[in-house]
């Protein structure tokens, strides 16, 4: 059975806990993409700018042995969702995505780099659509990405005007 998860606001804290689950979700899923930050300069910026400037969540299990997953909104932007790998299909990732709806209910935008099959098939079921494939000259990375919107509004409209675009 899996243990209960609490999702609550990040405090001072938590940021190396998160910056660590970031780090081994990262590394577990995107194992061709070559990060542009040491270890140990994720856990600073998670120290010194995600955790106080952004608004970060972070998934702890109910008996309290540890950080499982962490999520970020920046503005409108859903700009980190990482699961601890042994954490992934246990629920947690719609957990996350469910509450930043419910934060920004007018609607979110992410990025996501196009190896990560996953990841868009996951945002897909979600109802985000993808608007946007680039080249990956605009991240640190320089690794192909894909942006991806959800509109509550807009989203069947997105989707018919994509589908139309594809036809053409």
Same mark, same amino acid.
């Given at each position: ?5 609490? /999702?609550?606001?990040?405090?001072? *804290?938590?940021?190396?806990?998160? *910056? ?9 899923? /995107?194992?061709?993409? %070559? ?13 010194? %700018? %995600? ?29 980190? /969702? ?23 209910? &007018?609607? /979110? ?32 990375? &320089?690794?192909?990405?894909? &942006? ?9 409209? !997105? ?8 036809? !053409?």
């Amino acid at each position: 059975m899996t243990p209960a998860v609490v /999702l609550r606001r990040a405090t001072p *804290a938590d940021a190396r806990p998160a *910056a660590d689950v970031w780090l081994r979700s990262y590394a577990a899923a /995107l194992p061709g993409v %070559v990060r542009a930050h040491s270890d140990d300069e994720v856990r600073d910026w998670f120290r010194a %700018v %995600v955790v106080p400037r952004q608004e970060t969540w972070v998934a702890e299990t109910a008996d309290g042995t540890g950080l499982v997953g962490v999520m970020v909104l920046d503005e409108a932007e859903l700009s980190q /969702l990482y699961l601890a790998p042994d954490w992934r299909g246990h629920g947690l990732g719609d957990r996350f995505v469910a509450l930043a709806k419910e934060r920004r209910p &007018r609607g /979110l935008d992410l990025w996501t780099f196009q190896v990560n099959t996953p990841a868009h098939r996951f945002y897909e079921r979600h109802g985000f659509v993808a608007v946007e494939w680039t080249d990956g000259s605009g991240n640190e990375e &320089r690794e192909p990405d894909v &942006r991806y919107v959800w509109r509550p509004d807009q989203t069947y409209q !997105a989707r018919t005007e994509r589908a139309s675009a594809d036809e !053409a």
